[in-house]
Structures are given as structure tokens and as C-alpha cells.
């Protein structure tokens, strides 16, 4: 959901609250489907490619918009554990990726 909604604008009104902060705590607190785009998030979208966009929350409205839902709750904690553990930013583990028979990025370690 990345739509605007009430309880996010409340959220982004508090001091240091941006986005990334509004939707960990909609999806954590809530149950919000949101899927809140870290560094880790941003790098893994824009390598395998999940998400082609030149900002954070271009690439969330990007993912909100093609996981499905029953992963949408989720997904914001597998793609930044997938970060950083597997696709890390430095070399990345691709020998031990499970999708690098699917991953695009042109850099794989494999
Ligand atoms: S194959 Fe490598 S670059 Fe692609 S998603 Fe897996 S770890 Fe990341």
C-alpha cells in the first residue's frame, strides 16, 4: 500500500520521520502491506532487477506495485535479510544465490 493515508501523514509530521521510517512502523505496528525500501532493499531491486528507479521511493512504489499480496507483508524483511546476507553490496554471494539463474545483474560472482 503506498498510498497516502492518515496515519502515515501523523507519522511523517514527527521530527526525523520520513518515509522509510512511516512505513517500517505502518507494516511492523500496523500490519500495513508497505514495503519500506532501505539500502540494502534499493540495491537488491535495481540488480536482479525487481525495480529500475533512481530513488528509494520510487523504488518502493515500484515493489508495492508488483509483489504480490501475500508476500507484501513481508517482503520489506526477506529482500533487506536477502541484502545482507546474499546480495551483498561490496560481492555479492551469487554462487549461493538462489535465483542467480535469474538474477540480470551483469557483475554476478558466479
Ligand atoms: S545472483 Fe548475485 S547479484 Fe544476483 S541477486 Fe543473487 S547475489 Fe545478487
Known amino acids: 500500500m503506498g498510498g497516502r493515508c492518515r496515519a502515515r501523514d501523523a507519522l511523517e509530521v514527527l521530527p526525523g520521520v520520513g518515509t522509510k521510517t512511516a512505513s517500517v512502523v505502518l507494516n511492523v505496528a500496523f500490519g500495513v502491506e ?5 539500502t540494502h532493499i ?18 518502493q512504489a515500484g515493489l508495492e506495485a508488483i509483489v504480490p499480496a501475500p508476500y507484501r507483508l513481508n517482503a520489506h524483511h526477506w ?3 536477502f541484502g545482507r546476507y546474499i ?3 561490496r560481492r555479492p554471494e551469487c554462487p549461493r544465490c538462489p535465483i ?3 538474477c540480470r545483474y551483469p557483475s554476478k560472482t558466479l
Do not use: E, G
Not at 34 to 38: G, H, M, N, P, R
Open 34 to 38: 508497505t514495503i519500506a525500501v532501505d
Open 87 to 89: 546480495c551483498k553490496a
Open 100 to 102: 542467480n539463474d535469474l
Open 42 to 59: 534499493f540495491r537488491v531491486s535495481n540488480r536482479i532487477p525487481l525495480v529500475v528507479a533512481p530513488t528509494t521511493d520510487k523504488v
Open 79 to 81: 529482500l533487506i535479510l
